[in-house]
């Protein structure tokens, strides 16, 4: 009877650890698919601004902090304006990444 409480407490923890998203996995999705034009901190390559013709807003700002982890995520998977849906993304990794984007404020 113990053994069965136990065993459902481990599972159940183990179920929470895996939805739970994480930061530190988030940094390395970050770096592998993010950083390359948004910076390692978020603040935005001049460079690909100039070749998007657009303003980068960094990442730390109020202006995307203001949104909503939804719709971060949906910026990620889904592109928004010149910024193309990246691929190779799992739905995970892009709420990871959310969780990291939200230790740079
Ligand atoms: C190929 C370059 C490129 C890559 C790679 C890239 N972005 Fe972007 N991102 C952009 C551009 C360009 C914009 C501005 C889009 C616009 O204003 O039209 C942008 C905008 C954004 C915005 C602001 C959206 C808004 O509503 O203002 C967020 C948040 C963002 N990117 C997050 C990410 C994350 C997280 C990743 C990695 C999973 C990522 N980007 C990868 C180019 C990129």
Same mark, same amino acid.
């Given at each position: ?7 459902? =407490?481990?599972?159940? *923890? $183990? &179920? ?7 930061? /530190? +996995?988030? #940094?390395? !999705?970050?770096? %592998? ?21 657009? =303003?980068?807003?960094? *990442? $730390? &700002? ?7 982890? /939804? +719709?971060? #995520?949906? !910026?990620?998977? %889904? ?27």
């Amino acid at each position: 009877m113990k053994k069965t409480i136990l065993i459902g =407490t481990v599972s159940l *923890l $183990a &179920s929470v650890g895996l939805a739970y998203a994480g930061a /530190a +996995e988030g #940094k390395e !999705v970050y770096t %592998a698919k993010c950083q390359s034009c948004h910076g390692a901190n978020g603040e935005g390559k001049a460079a690909i601004a100039k070749m998007f013709n657009v =303003t980068l807003p960094p *990442l $730390a &700002s109020k202006e995307v902090q203001a949104k909503s982890d /939804a +719709e971060l #995520k949906k !910026v990620i998977l %889904a592109g928004k304006g010149k910024m193309k849906p990246i691929a190779g993304v799992s739905e995970k990794q892009a709420d990871d990444v959310v969780a990291f984007v939200r230790t740079l404020k």
